[in-house]
Protein backbone atom coordinates (compact mmCIF):
# COMPACT_ATOMS: atom_id res chain seq x y z
CA UNK A 1 0.00 0.00 0.00
CA UNK A 2 1.50 2.85 -0.84
CA UNK A 3 2.03 6.04 1.70
CA UNK A 4 0.73 9.06 -0.10
CA UNK A 5 -2.37 7.19 -2.50
CA UNK A 6 -2.13 6.23 -6.47
CA UNK A 7 -1.20 9.14 -8.68
CA UNK A 8 -2.13 8.83 -12.77
CA UNK A 9 0.78 11.12 -14.02
CA UNK A 10 0.83 12.51 -17.70
CA UNK A 11 3.95 11.49 -19.06
CA UNK A 12 4.55 13.20 -22.60
CA UNK A 13 7.91 11.18 -22.59
CA UNK A 14 10.06 14.95 -21.86
CA UNK A 15 11.95 15.73 -19.16
CA UNK A 16 9.56 17.56 -17.31
CA UNK A 17 7.12 14.71 -17.40
CA UNK A 18 9.32 12.16 -16.46
CA UNK A 19 10.56 14.07 -13.37
CA UNK A 20 7.35 14.58 -12.41
CA UNK A 21 6.74 10.61 -11.94
CA UNK A 22 10.31 10.07 -10.28
CA UNK A 23 9.26 12.86 -7.55
CA UNK A 24 5.75 10.77 -7.21
CA UNK A 25 7.17 7.87 -6.78
CA UNK A 26 9.96 8.99 -4.45
CA UNK A 27 7.21 10.54 -2.26
CA UNK A 28 5.88 7.72 -2.04
CA UNK A 29 2.62 7.76 -4.05
CA UNK A 30 1.47 4.98 -6.24
CA UNK A 31 2.64 5.92 -10.09
CA UNK A 32 0.02 4.98 -13.11
CA UNK A 33 1.44 6.49 -16.36
CA UNK A 34 -0.34 7.38 -18.79
CA UNK A 35 0.75 9.24 -22.44
CA UNK A 36 -2.07 10.95 -24.43
CA UNK A 37 -2.27 10.59 -28.07
CA UNK A 38 -3.83 14.01 -29.02
CA UNK A 39 -2.68 14.05 -32.54
CA UNK A 40 -1.51 12.32 -35.47
CA UNK A 41 0.69 14.94 -36.98
CA UNK A 42 0.83 12.85 -40.62
CA UNK A 43 -2.42 13.91 -41.23
CA UNK A 44 -1.42 17.47 -41.36
CA UNK A 45 0.08 17.28 -44.26
CA UNK A 46 2.84 19.73 -42.79
CA UNK A 47 6.59 19.58 -43.93
CA UNK A 48 8.23 19.00 -40.92
CA UNK A 49 9.19 16.13 -38.84
CA UNK A 50 6.68 14.43 -36.22
CA UNK A 51 8.03 15.83 -33.19
CA UNK A 52 6.93 16.43 -29.62
CA UNK A 53 4.35 14.71 -26.90
CA UNK A 54 2.75 12.77 -29.94
CA UNK A 55 5.51 11.40 -31.52
CA UNK A 56 6.17 7.17 -31.45
CA UNK A 57 9.62 8.17 -29.66
CA UNK A 58 8.28 10.21 -27.43
CA UNK A 59 5.55 7.60 -26.44
CA UNK A 60 8.66 4.86 -26.20
CA UNK A 61 10.48 7.30 -24.27
CA UNK A 62 7.72 7.37 -21.29
CA UNK A 63 7.17 4.19 -21.56
CA UNK A 64 10.61 2.84 -20.54
CA UNK A 65 10.65 5.03 -17.86
CA UNK A 66 7.67 3.15 -16.74
CA UNK A 67 9.59 -0.06 -17.27
CA UNK A 68 12.60 0.70 -15.76
CA UNK A 69 11.37 2.43 -12.41
CA UNK A 70 8.13 -0.57 -12.11
CA UNK A 71 5.20 1.11 -12.89
CA UNK A 72 2.23 0.95 -14.94
CA UNK A 73 1.66 2.47 -18.02
CA UNK A 74 -0.87 3.32 -20.44
CA UNK A 75 -1.21 4.84 -23.55
CA UNK A 76 -4.81 6.56 -24.60
CA UNK A 77 -5.90 7.96 -27.87
CA UNK A 78 -8.09 10.56 -28.01
CA UNK A 79 -7.11 12.06 -31.15
CA UNK A 80 -11.39 12.54 -32.46
CA UNK A 81 -12.10 14.12 -29.04
CA UNK A 82 -8.95 16.56 -29.43
CA UNK A 83 -9.53 17.35 -32.85
CA UNK A 84 -13.67 17.84 -32.49
CA UNK A 85 -13.17 20.19 -29.43
CA UNK A 86 -9.56 22.28 -30.07
CA UNK A 87 -8.47 22.00 -33.46
CA UNK A 88 -12.19 22.94 -34.39
CA UNK A 89 -11.99 25.86 -32.44
CA UNK A 90 -8.79 26.78 -33.43
CA UNK A 91 -9.55 26.80 -36.85
CA UNK A 92 -12.82 28.70 -36.15
CA UNK A 93 -11.58 31.31 -33.94
CA UNK A 94 -9.29 32.87 -37.07
CA UNK A 95 -11.93 32.46 -39.19
CA UNK A 96 -13.75 34.71 -36.75
CA UNK A 97 -10.87 36.88 -37.08
CA UNK A 98 -9.71 35.99 -33.51
CA UNK A 99 -6.47 34.78 -32.24
CA UNK A 100 -7.05 31.60 -30.17
CA UNK A 101 -4.81 29.94 -27.75
CA UNK A 102 -5.33 26.30 -28.05
CA UNK A 103 -3.67 25.27 -25.24
CA UNK A 104 -5.47 26.58 -22.67
CA UNK A 105 -8.42 25.05 -24.26
CA UNK A 106 -6.38 21.83 -24.13
CA UNK A 107 -5.46 21.70 -20.56
CA UNK A 108 -9.37 23.20 -19.05
CA UNK A 109 -11.66 21.10 -21.74
CA UNK A 110 -9.86 18.11 -22.95
CA UNK A 111 -6.55 16.74 -20.85
CA UNK A 112 -7.81 17.20 -17.27
CA UNK A 113 -11.28 15.88 -18.05
CA UNK A 114 -9.75 12.74 -19.45
CA UNK A 115 -7.08 12.38 -16.90
CA UNK A 116 -9.54 12.47 -14.16
CA UNK A 117 -11.81 9.57 -16.52
CA UNK A 118 -8.55 7.51 -16.16
CA UNK A 119 -8.09 8.26 -12.78
CA UNK A 120 -11.23 7.31 -11.88
CA UNK A 121 -11.37 3.77 -14.08
CA UNK A 122 -7.67 2.88 -12.28
CA UNK A 123 -8.47 3.88 -9.31
CA UNK A 124 -6.40 6.80 -8.64
CA UNK A 125 -7.21 9.41 -5.99
CA UNK A 126 -5.09 12.26 -7.67
CA UNK A 127 -3.53 13.26 -11.12
CA UNK A 128 0.30 15.18 -11.80
CA UNK A 129 1.57 16.88 -14.66
CA UNK A 130 4.70 18.37 -15.22
CA UNK A 131 3.52 21.98 -15.10
CA UNK A 132 5.65 25.18 -13.72
CA UNK A 133 2.68 26.45 -11.54
CA UNK A 134 1.68 26.03 -7.67
CA UNK A 135 -1.77 24.67 -5.88
CA UNK A 136 -2.81 26.40 -3.05
CA UNK A 137 -6.11 26.30 -1.39
CA UNK A 138 -7.84 29.02 0.92
CA UNK A 139 -11.42 28.83 3.08
CA UNK A 140 -12.46 25.50 0.69
CA UNK A 141 -11.46 27.07 -2.76
CA UNK A 142 -8.65 25.95 -4.63
CA UNK A 143 -6.15 28.34 -6.77
CA UNK A 144 -2.91 27.95 -9.17
CA UNK A 145 -0.33 30.16 -8.61
CA UNK A 146 3.08 31.42 -9.88
CA UNK A 147 6.17 28.76 -9.70
CA UNK A 148 9.22 29.75 -8.51
CA UNK A 149 11.04 29.69 -12.00
CA UNK A 150 9.77 32.59 -13.45
CA UNK A 151 10.86 32.14 -17.17
CA UNK A 152 9.02 28.81 -17.03
CA UNK A 153 6.04 29.63 -15.08
CA UNK A 154 2.47 27.72 -16.72
CA UNK A 155 0.38 29.52 -14.62
CA UNK A 156 -1.50 31.82 -17.06
CA UNK A 157 -2.73 28.42 -19.30
CA UNK A 158 -4.39 27.24 -16.30
CA UNK A 159 -7.02 29.63 -15.74
CA UNK A 160 -9.53 27.80 -16.63
CA UNK A 161 -9.05 24.38 -14.28
CA UNK A 162 -11.90 23.89 -11.96
CA UNK A 163 -12.20 23.50 -8.79
CA UNK A 164 -12.63 19.53 -8.98
CA UNK A 165 -9.67 19.35 -11.00
CA UNK A 166 -7.13 21.11 -9.16
CA UNK A 167 -8.58 19.65 -5.50
CA UNK A 168 -6.90 16.33 -6.99
CA UNK A 169 -4.23 17.77 -9.25
CA UNK A 170 -0.27 17.93 -7.76
CA UNK A 171 2.16 19.74 -9.81
CA UNK A 172 5.61 18.85 -8.18
CA UNK A 173 7.39 21.20 -10.43
CA UNK A 174 6.84 24.54 -9.02
CA UNK A 175 9.28 24.97 -6.07
CA UNK A 176 12.05 23.96 -9.01
CA UNK A 177 13.68 25.88 -11.40
CA UNK A 178 14.37 24.32 -14.70
CA UNK A 179 17.85 23.76 -14.54
CA UNK A 180 17.26 21.90 -11.09
CA UNK A 181 15.22 19.96 -13.26
CA UNK A 182 17.37 18.48 -15.50
CA UNK A 183 19.85 18.01 -12.58
CA UNK A 184 17.05 15.81 -11.02
CA UNK A 185 16.72 14.15 -14.80
CA UNK A 186 20.71 13.77 -14.91
CA UNK A 187 20.77 12.37 -11.13
CA UNK A 188 18.11 9.66 -12.21
CA UNK A 189 20.52 8.64 -14.24
CA UNK A 190 18.45 10.03 -17.95
CA UNK A 191 21.43 12.05 -18.85
CA UNK A 192 20.28 12.59 -22.21
CA UNK A 193 17.06 13.28 -21.12
CA UNK A 194 18.73 15.94 -18.99
CA UNK A 195 19.68 17.89 -22.36
CA UNK A 196 16.71 17.37 -24.22
CA UNK A 197 15.58 20.56 -26.51
CA UNK A 198 12.35 21.83 -25.73
CA UNK A 199 9.62 22.38 -28.22
CA UNK A 200 7.35 25.06 -27.72
CA UNK A 201 4.89 24.93 -30.74
CA UNK A 202 1.42 24.00 -30.91
CA UNK A 203 1.18 20.08 -30.99
CA UNK A 204 -0.69 20.17 -34.05
CA UNK A 205 1.60 22.52 -36.00
CA UNK A 206 4.84 21.68 -35.14
CA UNK A 207 5.90 22.99 -37.55
CA UNK A 208 4.96 26.52 -36.63
CA UNK A 209 2.71 27.79 -39.60
CA UNK A 210 -0.08 28.27 -38.68
CA UNK A 211 -1.44 29.55 -41.81
CA UNK A 212 -0.39 26.33 -44.05
CA UNK A 213 -2.33 24.70 -41.84
CA UNK A 214 -5.61 26.68 -41.87
CA UNK A 215 -5.13 26.08 -45.93
CA UNK A 216 -5.17 22.33 -45.20
CA UNK A 217 -8.17 22.06 -42.98
CA UNK A 218 -10.16 24.58 -45.04
CA UNK A 219 -10.87 23.84 -48.23
CA UNK A 220 -10.64 26.29 -50.29
CA UNK A 221 -9.90 28.73 -48.03
CA UNK A 222 -6.75 30.66 -49.58
CA UNK A 223 -8.89 31.49 -52.63
CA UNK A 224 -12.10 32.67 -51.06
CA UNK A 225 -10.09 35.11 -48.70
CA UNK A 226 -7.40 36.32 -51.42
CA UNK A 227 -7.53 39.72 -52.37
CA UNK A 228 -9.14 41.33 -49.42
CA UNK A 229 -8.14 45.35 -48.49
CA UNK A 230 -5.44 46.78 -45.86
CA UNK A 231 -7.20 49.94 -44.78
CA UNK A 232 -5.30 52.32 -42.21
CA UNK A 233 -7.58 53.79 -39.45
CA UNK A 234 -8.91 56.27 -41.05
CA UNK A 235 -10.65 54.01 -43.75
CA UNK A 236 -8.44 54.35 -46.70
CA UNK A 237 -7.34 51.54 -48.71
CA UNK A 238 -3.53 51.10 -48.79
CA UNK A 239 -3.01 48.01 -50.41
CA UNK A 240 -4.58 44.19 -50.63
CA UNK A 241 -3.85 41.16 -48.25
CA UNK A 242 -4.01 37.47 -48.43
CA UNK A 243 -6.80 36.78 -46.46
CA UNK A 244 -7.76 37.94 -42.99
CA UNK A 245 -7.23 34.78 -41.39
CA UNK A 246 -3.93 34.78 -42.02
CA UNK A 247 -3.22 37.87 -40.04
CA UNK A 248 -2.88 38.46 -36.00
CA UNK A 249 -3.20 41.85 -33.99
CA UNK A 250 0.10 43.50 -33.63
CA UNK A 251 1.01 41.62 -36.44
CA UNK A 252 4.29 43.83 -38.13
CA UNK A 253 6.33 41.35 -40.41
CA UNK A 254 5.13 39.57 -43.06
CA UNK A 255 1.87 41.89 -44.42
CA UNK A 256 3.70 41.93 -47.76
CA UNK A 257 3.19 45.50 -48.86
CA UNK A 258 5.60 48.06 -48.05
CA UNK A 259 4.21 51.30 -46.56
CA UNK A 260 7.34 53.31 -46.03
CA UNK A 261 6.63 53.18 -42.26
CA UNK A 262 6.17 50.43 -39.71
CA UNK A 263 2.69 49.23 -40.17
CA UNK A 264 0.45 47.48 -37.68
CA UNK A 265 -2.27 45.22 -37.91
CA UNK A 266 -5.10 46.96 -35.03
CA UNK A 267 -7.80 45.14 -36.30
CA UNK A 268 -9.20 42.34 -38.23
CA UNK A 269 -12.79 42.28 -39.91
CA UNK A 270 -13.72 39.27 -40.99
CA UNK A 271 -16.91 40.18 -42.24
CA UNK A 272 -15.05 42.16 -45.22
CA UNK A 273 -12.11 40.56 -45.64
CA UNK A 274 -10.78 43.76 -44.44
CA UNK A 275 -7.53 43.91 -42.01
CA UNK A 276 -6.70 47.64 -40.64
CA UNK A 277 -3.06 49.07 -40.31
CA UNK A 278 -2.27 51.80 -38.21
CA UNK A 279 1.17 52.92 -36.36
CA UNK A 280 2.34 51.04 -33.24
CA UNK A 281 0.58 53.95 -31.02
CA UNK A 282 -2.69 53.23 -32.79
CA UNK A 283 -2.08 49.47 -30.80
CA UNK A 284 -2.96 51.14 -27.97
CA UNK A 285 -5.72 50.15 -25.37
CA UNK A 286 -6.07 51.06 -21.98
CA UNK A 287 -9.54 48.82 -21.31
CA UNK A 288 -11.19 45.73 -22.34
CA UNK A 289 -13.93 43.28 -21.86
CA UNK A 290 -13.39 39.29 -21.07
CA UNK A 291 -15.93 36.66 -20.96
CA UNK A 292 -15.94 32.99 -20.47
CA UNK A 293 -14.44 34.04 -17.04
CA UNK A 294 -13.08 31.19 -14.29
CA UNK A 295 -13.16 32.54 -10.98
CA UNK A 296 -10.49 30.80 -9.05
CA UNK A 297 -8.87 32.06 -5.85
CA UNK A 298 -12.50 33.25 -4.52
CA UNK A 299 -16.04 32.95 -5.81
CA UNK A 300 -16.65 36.06 -6.94
CA UNK A 301 -14.35 39.07 -7.76
CA UNK A 302 -15.83 42.56 -5.94
CA UNK A 303 -16.03 45.20 -8.40
CA UNK A 304 -13.02 47.37 -7.99
CA UNK A 305 -10.34 44.67 -7.21
CA UNK A 306 -6.98 45.65 -8.28
CA UNK A 307 -5.08 42.98 -10.14
CA UNK A 308 -1.81 42.32 -12.25
CA UNK A 309 -3.73 41.30 -15.67
CA UNK A 310 -2.03 39.37 -18.40
CA UNK A 311 -2.92 38.98 -21.56
CA UNK A 312 -0.74 36.71 -23.23
CA UNK A 313 1.84 34.27 -22.34
CA UNK A 314 5.18 35.89 -20.94
CA UNK A 315 3.27 38.83 -20.98
CA UNK A 316 5.01 41.26 -17.96
CA UNK A 317 1.11 42.32 -16.94
CA UNK A 318 -0.23 45.10 -16.44
CA UNK A 319 -1.82 46.62 -12.77
CA UNK A 320 -5.84 47.05 -13.87
CA UNK A 321 -8.62 47.40 -11.72
CA UNK A 322 -11.74 44.46 -12.44
CA UNK A 323 -15.76 45.21 -12.52
CA UNK A 324 -18.02 42.72 -12.79
CA UNK A 325 -21.09 43.15 -16.09
CA UNK A 326 -22.91 40.18 -15.51
CA UNK A 327 -20.70 37.24 -16.13
CA UNK A 328 -18.09 39.29 -18.09
CA UNK A 329 -15.20 40.98 -16.39
CA UNK A 330 -14.90 44.81 -17.55
CA UNK A 331 -10.83 45.62 -17.05
CA UNK A 332 -9.81 49.32 -16.89
CA UNK A 333 -5.83 49.28 -17.60
CA UNK A 334 -3.45 51.80 -15.10
CA UNK A 335 -1.17 51.99 -17.80
CA UNK A 336 -2.14 51.80 -21.80
CA UNK A 337 -0.96 48.25 -23.06
CA UNK A 338 -0.51 47.33 -27.04
CA UNK A 339 -1.96 44.22 -28.65
CA UNK A 340 -4.89 43.52 -27.45
CA UNK A 341 -5.89 39.99 -29.43
CA UNK A 342 -9.78 38.90 -28.89
CA UNK A 343 -10.06 35.26 -28.41
CA UNK A 344 -6.41 35.45 -26.23
CA UNK A 345 -6.84 34.81 -22.51
CA UNK A 346 -6.49 37.41 -19.73
CA UNK A 347 -5.33 36.62 -16.39
CA UNK A 348 -5.78 38.39 -13.17
CA UNK A 349 -3.25 37.93 -10.80
CA UNK A 350 -2.91 39.26 -6.63
CA UNK A 351 0.39 38.80 -6.26
CA UNK A 352 1.50 35.32 -7.36
CA UNK A 353 -1.89 33.97 -7.25
CA UNK A 354 -4.76 33.57 -9.93
CA UNK A 355 -7.63 34.98 -9.40
CA UNK A 356 -9.16 33.81 -12.26
CA UNK A 357 -9.14 34.11 -16.32
CA UNK A 358 -11.31 34.18 -19.17
CA UNK A 359 -11.22 34.99 -23.37
CA UNK A 360 -10.65 38.50 -24.36
CA UNK A 361 -13.86 39.71 -26.21
CA UNK A 362 -12.80 43.17 -26.98
CA UNK A 363 -11.17 45.96 -26.45
CA UNK A 364 -11.26 50.36 -26.57
CA UNK A 365 -9.32 53.07 -25.72
CA UNK A 366 -10.46 55.59 -23.39
CA UNK A 367 -9.05 58.82 -24.28
CA UNK A 368 -10.68 61.23 -21.52
CA UNK A 369 -8.68 58.94 -18.98
CA UNK A 370 -4.71 59.80 -18.00
CA UNK A 371 -2.08 56.91 -18.30
Not at 180 to 195: C, I
Not at 202 to 213: A, S
Amino acid sequence: MSKHGRVLVAMSGGIDSTVTAMMMHDMGYEVVGITMKTWDYANSGGSSKETGCCSLDSINDAREVAVKVGFHHFIIDIRDEFGDYVIDNFVDEYLAGRTPNPCVLCNTHIKWSALLKRADALDCEFIATGHYAQLNELNGRHYVSKAVDEHKDQSYVLWGLSQECMARSRFPLGPYTKPEVRQMAADWGYEALSKKAESYEICFVPDNDYRGFLKRRVDGLEARVDGGQFVNTAGDVIGTHKGYPFYTIGQRKGLGVAFGEPMYVTEIRPDTNTVVLGRQEELVRNGMMVGKVNRMKYDQIPDGTEAVTMIRYNDQGTLSQLSNMGENIHVDFYANVKGVAPGQSAVFYEGDDVLGGGIIHGSFLDEGRQN
